[in-house]
């Protein structure tokens, strides 16, 4: 798995889902994945809405990739993560983060619509770096939340909200 291959995934899906702009929904590196894809694709991504996007991966001195932990990484090729959809630790290859580094969520440039969702109590996304993303563009509305990573107290908001930007609410 990589950023690169996951794009070109989309590339390839992006145009069977019809010719209408799709809009893309992430979560954590979903998030930040979704991000460029809207940029690399601006006629097919309509809008985004983004929970808890993982937009400083490829930064260096990220909390969770500490210069000592990427040195590690590097050296056994692959380290144990927590993977939230499995509910426990999965082995990631190095690849991984060094493909990371040439896909920079802050340096893209998208311009759709982007509603995003961030945990205050967040301890794998850091929201003072999502609203670092946030702030200087205009295209996004940044609604912070008394939440952890994974928002579940906040489903019902994000629901409401979500479709309110998606116009599906009355």
Known sequence: MTFTRMLDQLDRDLPAAGAAPATLI???LGGALAVLAAARWRDRVDRLVLFAPAVMFAKPGHHLLPPDRIAEWQRRRSLPFFHYAYNEERELDYTFYEDSLRHDPFEAAFVQPTLIFQGRRDR??????VQQ????RANVTLTLLDDDHQLIASLPTMWSGTARFLGLAA
Not at 124 to 129: F, H, L, N, Y
Not at 133 to 136: E, Q
């Open 26 to 28: 992430g979560s954590s």
């Open 133 to 136: 993303f946030a702030v200087p």
């Open 124 to 129: 794998s996304v850091d929201p003072v770096m």
